[in-house]
């Protein structure tokens, strides 16, 4: 028997909820906990309990405040490990090459986040955007520009989301508007750092853009920065396009691989997250897991910029941590729901598959624990705060059609990953109170 519930400020949130406590494609169907008609308890932001609604209810006190999303599904919030906020205005400009993507597009807008005012307003409207679309912890690339910085950083904390961002750092192979130097950025880096890191809910991930656009010097001080400060993360990009990783390795002719190059600088450890892996070896992956980093898998740019497969199995194989990124602006939507249907495509051309209780897996839990973050968010156990998404299973009439003659939830959950955008989504909770 349960025991009563004391009165208190304790929100019971009804619904169909769906989350995992571990991986189901190594734990199988006992990984999804499903609740056809649940609730969710939440208490000071955080989870209280989770279970059948018939059992919880009888336990509940009169004051109560109750919410009802009968006929819809309730899920932890999305978790977007690599996406970039000052490229949010030029998503769907028409890609080609990753190098000539950035030239045309994303350098030119990211040097208006110079401003601050811009980069507020900007980084507000990102930030909302994410609610709409159901994610409520995101990994994010900012600019060189520390008021872009500061603007996401605040946006996200009045808002009250999980985030983590840093400046971006390039020295050589940039825009002029665009470079900083080794000191400048080591300096600004640690400013950003000493303001916002472990503030509420926000971490700071020193952030070298990739390999090319960062001298030795740079890298040894961003190698060393993550070294010193406890909880920071690092973030990059990694082998995306063959023409990039060819490039690279005749920036840094002593290096093994394109990964080696980080490792070189100290910078492959638990809690860095590098975006794309896709053009590495089986004698990478094996560093990547022996040092416990992760891999953001970004299916919607991989496929608009032409890069390549990621390969989710020999990660898997590895024993890697994966997380799922939206990549915008060269990924071309917001949506975790329309990046889950990317992935399966990706997945399918490489003879792979990706059920729908694994993909929707890889944008919460996965997610969470691919940043160290498992703790916290990424399923509704006790104690974990109450980062929620709920999402209508008919919120247009093509999925209502289809939802009339699916009989199982696995059918159901592939029928929202396949078809599902922002329009799904009613409602996105942070700490248990709407978000959007």
Known sequence: MRTPIAPSTLLAVRGEIVHFVDDPVERGIDACVHFPDGLLLVRDGHVLDCGPAAELESSLPVDVRHID???????????????????????????????????????????????????????????????????????????????????????????????IAGKVLMDRNCPE??????????????????????????AYAVTPRFAPTSTEEQMRRAGQLFSEVPGLYLQSHLAEQRQEVTWTMCLYPGARSYLDIYERFGQLRPRSVFAHCIWLDDEDRHLMATRSAAMSFCPTSNLFLGSGLFDLGRARDFGLRVGLGSDAGAGTSL???????????????????????????????????????????????????????????RATDLLEMRMSHATTLSERLFALMMLGDDRCVAAAYVLGEPGF
């Open 177 to 202: 508007s665009l470079r900083d130097t080794p000191a400048v950025g080591d300096a600004e880096s640690r400013a950003l750092i000493e303001k916002w890191h472990g503030r509420e809910r926000l």
């Open 69 to 163: 999303y009968s006929g819809k599904l309730i899920l932890p919030g999305f978790i977007d490990t690599h996406i970039h906020c000052a490229q949010t205005e030029i998503i769907a400009s028409h890609g080609e090459q990753l190098t000539t993507w950035l030239e045309e597009y994303a350098w030119p807008a990211e040097a208006r986040y110079a401003d601050p005012a811009y980069a507020a307003a900007g980084t507000g409207f990102f930030c909302d955007q994410l609610l709409r679309h159901g994610t409520t912890t995101a990994m994010v690339f900012t600019t060189v520009h520390p008021a872009c910085t500061d603007a996401l950083f605040e946006a996200a904390r009045v808002r009250r989301m999980r985030m």
């Open 335 to 393: 949506s975790m729901l329309q990046t889950l249907n990317e992935a399966y495509k990706v997945l399918r051309l490489a003879g792979q598959t990706l059920t729908p209780e694994a993909g929707f897996y890889l944008a919460t839990l996965g997610g969470a624990r691919a940043l160290y973050l498992d703790a916290h968010i990424g399923n509704f156990l006790p104690g974990h705060e109450a980062d929620f998404v709920v999402l209508d299973p």
